[in-house]
Each structure stands twice: as C-alpha cells, then as structure tokens.
C-alpha cells in the first residue's frame, strides 16, 4: 500500500501460469505511468494466448463478471482462433486468443 493507504505501490497477481507485477498511477512524481483513463485510452492492448478455446469464453466471463467491458464478445476468428476483447476497470484492454480445435 501507498502512503496514503488508498492506492497500490506494488502487487504480483498469479495468472496464466506466472506472476505479473502490477500498481496504481502516481502522477505526483512525475512519472510517465498513467492508467489508460488518465491518458485517455490504452495505448497496448495485453494479448493472452491461452490453451483452448473454451478457456477465451471463460476468462472474459469471469472479468464481465468482475465489472470489465466487454468490446468484442469471444468468436471463432478467420485465423483460426477463437478470440475476444475486454476493457477492465482501469481501461486497459485485453485480448484472449487460443488456437481453434479442427475436427
């Protein structure tokens, strides 16, 4: 926790097999790490490549569940992945890709 016990310094979060360090914006330094919505937009979209497909549709339910935006809902894609968008809380947008099962 920051001093001002309102904001994240630093925080791991356990994800896809590792970890990713992640932590609020502190414009008062005059850093150049602003969250999307202070910048107004991502600037990156975060691409998750994941086993299968099914795993797309349940990774962006559970974050539609936990108040993320949905910007495009997960489909069979022309490049032969299943493929979906998210904008979370904080207005980075991430994608989740897994490779189309063939029959």
Known sequence: ???NEKRVLHANIAMFGGDVMIHDE???YQGN???PLSRGGASITINVNLP???DVDSAI???AEAGATVILVPDD?????????LRDPFGHVWAFNAPKQTS
Do not use: H, K
């Open 61 to 63: 339910a559970r974050a």
């Open 1 to 3: 926790m920051a001093d």
């Open 33 to 35: 790490v602003l969250s």
């Open 26 to 28: 502190f414009p008062e």
């Open 52 to 54: 299968n497909p099914s």
């Open 77 to 85: 894609m022309f490049w032969g992945a299943r493929y979906g968008q």
